[in-house]
C-alpha cells in the first residue's frame, strides 16, 4: 500500500486532483501550512470530510477560507465514527461546517445517550454514545465476554456501546465530549480534558492544544 509523506502530499495532491478528500485534522495543518497548496486552483475539490479526532472550529474556518481562496465551493464537514462501526456514523451538513458538532446520523443508523444510571439522557444531557445500524460489526472474534459487555439489546435494536461520552442537542447533531476513561481526577474531582481543550483553543492565535 503506497503512502503519504508531508514531503509528497502536497505535490501528489495537485497533480491528481482528487474530488473527495476524507482526512484527519493534522492533514488540514499541513495542507493549510504550505503555500503551493495556499496559492493554487482548488476548484477541483467537491467535498472534504474530517474525522479521527476533535477538530477545532478555527482550523475548519481556516481551511474554508483557504478553500475558497481556491476557487472551491467545499466546505469541511465533521464526521464521526468507530473502528467496530466500520465505517463513518454521522455527517455535518456542508452549511454548519463551522458549527459545534459532528453531525446527524445517516439515514439506517440509530444514535441513543446512555446515562450512568442507565436511562437514555434527555437533550443536551451528557452520556455514552449508542450506536444501532447496519455499521455495526458482527463482534470481536473469540471474545465472547467482551461481546457481550460491549453490544447490547434495547427496545429491539442492537447496540455498540462506544465508550466515548457526549450528548445530542435539540436539533439531533450529535456533540463528542470526551472518551469515557479519559477524565482525570483532580483532588477528588472527575475533569474531562476535551472541556478545558475547547476552551484553550478558543484563545486567539492558538491552534492546538494537549490536556494531560
Not at 475539490?45 to 481562496?69: C, M, P, W, Y
Not at 447490547?152 to 456533540?175: A, F, N, T
Request: charged share 25%.
Amino acid at each position: 500500500v503506497p503512502r503519504l509523506s508531508r514531503k509528497t502530499i502536497v505535490k501528489t495532491l495537485l497533480e491528481e486532483k482528487p474530488t473527495y478528500l476524507a482526512a484527519v485534522p493534522y492533514l488540514l495543518k499541513v495542507l493549510m501550512n504550505d503555500q503551493r497548496f495556499t496559492s493554487s486552483d482548488l476548484s477541483f475539490i467537491r467535498q472534504v470530510f474530517v474525522g479521527g479526532e476533535t477538530v477545532s472550529l478555527s482550523v475548519l474556518r481556516d481551511f474554508n477560507a483557504v478553500l475558497a481562496k481556491g476557487g472551491s465551493k467545499a466546505k469541511v464537514q465533521v464526521g464521526y465514527g468507530c473502528t467496530e462501526t466500520v465505517t463513518a456514523v454521522t455527517l455535518m451538513d456542508s452549511q454548519d461546517s463551522e458549527k459545534p458538532g459532528i453531525g446527524k446520523p445517516f439515514r439506517g443508523n440509530t444514535i441513543i445517550i446512555l446515562r450512568e444510571d442507565g436511562r437514555q439522557a434527555s437533550p443536551n444531557e451528557p452520556g455514552e454514545i449508542l450506536i444501532s445500524g447496519p455499521i455495526l460489526m458482527n463482534g470481536y472474534i473469540h471474545l465472547a465476554e467482551e461481546n457481550k459487555r460491549v453490544l447490547i439489546e434495547r427496545e429491539g435494536l442492537l447496540y455498540y456501546r462506544s465508550g466515548d461520552i457526549g450528548h445530542l442537542d435539540e436539533q439531533g447533531i450529535l456533540h463528542f465530549h470526551h472518551r469515557k476513561d479519559d477524565l482525570i481526577k483532580v483532588k477528588g474531582y472527575l475533569i474531562s480534558p476535551h472541556q478545558i481543550k475547547e476552551c484553550l483553543l478558543s484563545v486567539k492565535g492558538l491552534q492546538e492544544a494537549k490536556v494531560i
